[in-house]
């Protein structure tokens, strides 16, 4: 970066920003790492916006235009997804060497095999972060670390390496926190934790103080994974950067309310004063390349199309569990009526999952198929929602229940 060091908030030629954002006072703590990683999410979470459909050459064009760019991860998508999404995941691998290929992963042994099979680098293991959904789905916290170390330790014995992904990590409390940590990396190995603000719900100096709390604990490397729902990400990102958090987890325009590429990037560059080696002149056709390939435009907090939209089968478990409540349990971090929205939609596509094919029934008032009948509907939903590239409709939902189930009442 050519910057004259007397005035680093001025680079000739490129940008001006404030000077007092080099005050001493604004700067007073700051950890900032000596290098930055960026990690890039477009094709998995990305995807997961409503909708949204990347075919495997779509995929494949999106990850070597990233690489080239100067990227330094891709998180390929989610083996489990379908095989489709394995073969390019297994295909970036294969064909990209100048950034390390990432494949995110459900706490469950048979996801990271997938992973393995597709001969990516890094496997990014999810597990909720609230006591409540801890003890929900392994009983208590014992039970939880202890299944959570053996999945690192068979991801790490197998030539992976790891990322800690707490889901909802922002709404745990720090207790419950350390205690899923600190056996993950000590006991597990596992490579790098992520500071992941699912919801979209910090302020600056909350994102600061996991990320300290976080380094109290465990040195390995951070990951900050932040999402715009209060259309903070942005600003979160760059606080977690400031803290000490060397990977920033991004995606090309936003997709899925996460933090943009460019807008981190750019924030990096000329807020924090660092480098992060992008080939930002290759920002805008890379943006280009994904609206034209996802037929989204950029998320919008609050107002946005998709915002009370949910497409993803993982979020739907606990929708299920909490469908005769106000906005179908969404009400715990932002029920969208209050701006006059949706509390919540469930929509069918490539992303749903089997409680996805419960919860429309039960909006129908269907008689709810088995688990044998919702896997079978699923089936049909994903197939057509990669032929189409979009969303199934309600008529085309009901069609495949009535082939399935052999009523529609």
């Known amino acids: 970066m050519d910057q004259d060091s007397s005035k680093p908030w001025d680079v000739p030629g490129q940008w001006a920003v404030s000077m007092h954002n080099w005050d001493p006072k604004v700067r007073a703590g700051w950890k900032l790492p000596k290098k930055i990683t960026i990690h890039d999410v477009t094709l998995r979470d990305g995807e997961q916006t409503p909708g949204v ?24 998508g989610m083996v489990s997804v379908s095989p489709e999404d394995a073969e390019a995941i297994a295909q970036m691998a294969k064909e990209i060497k100048t950034a390390e290929i990432a494949s995110f992963s459900r706490a469950r042994k048979d996801d990271i095999e997938l992973a393995i099979k597709c001969n990516v680098g890094r496997v990014i293991i999810e597990v909720p972060a609230p006591a409540e959904r801890i003890n929900k789905i392994w009983g208590n916290m014992g039970k939880a670390v202890e299944a959570t170390v053996k999945l690192i330790q068979f991801a790490k014995e197998n030539g992976l390496k ?25 006991e597990g190995k596992a490579d790098n934790v992520g500071v992941v603000d699912t919801k979209g719900c910090c302020l600056p100096g909350a994102i600061t103080l996991l990320v300290e709390s976080l380094r109290e604990w465990v040195n390995v490397p951070i990951e900050v994974h932040c999402h715009n729902t209060w259309g903070m990400s942005t600003a979160n990102t760059l606080a ?69 939209d949910v497409e993803v089968g993982i979020a739907t478990r606990l929708m299920w569990d909490k469908r005769n409540e106000p906005g179908m349990g969404r009400t715990e971090f932002l029920n969208y009526e209050v701006v006059g929205g949706t509390g919540v939609n469930v929509v069918l596509g490539k992303k749903s999952g089997g409680y996805s094919v419960l919860l ?48 529609k009442s």
């Open 240 to 308: 977690a950067v400031a803290a000490g958090a060397e990977i920033v987890h991004t995606c090309v325009n936003g997709l899925g309310g996460n933090s943009s590429l460019d807008e981190c990037v750019m924030g990096i560059e000329a807020y924090l004063g660092m480098s992060t080696g992008i080939q930002k002149n290759r920002l805008l056709a890379i943006s280009r390349m994904v609206k034209d390939f996802s037929r989204s435009d950029w998320y919008k907090p609050f107002v946005g199309p998709t915002v009370a």
């Open 360 to 407: 429309k029934a039960w909006q129908l008032g269907l008689a709810l198929p088995t688990e044998a009948q919702a896997d079978r509907i699923l089936t049909q939903i994903k197939n057509r929602s990669l032929e189409k590239k979009g969303l199934v409709t309600e008529e085309e939902f009901r069609r495949f229940y009535e082939d399935v189930v052999g009523s």
């Open 53 to 76: 459909v990347f075919r495997r050459d779509e995929k494949l064009k999106i990850a070597h235009a990233l690489a080239d760019m100067g990227v330094h991860r891709i998180e390929g």
């Open 162 to 186: 790891v990322t800690f992904f707490l889901v909802d990590y922002s709404r745990a409390d720090l207790e419950t926190l350390k205690n899923l940590i600190v056996p993950a990396v000590r």
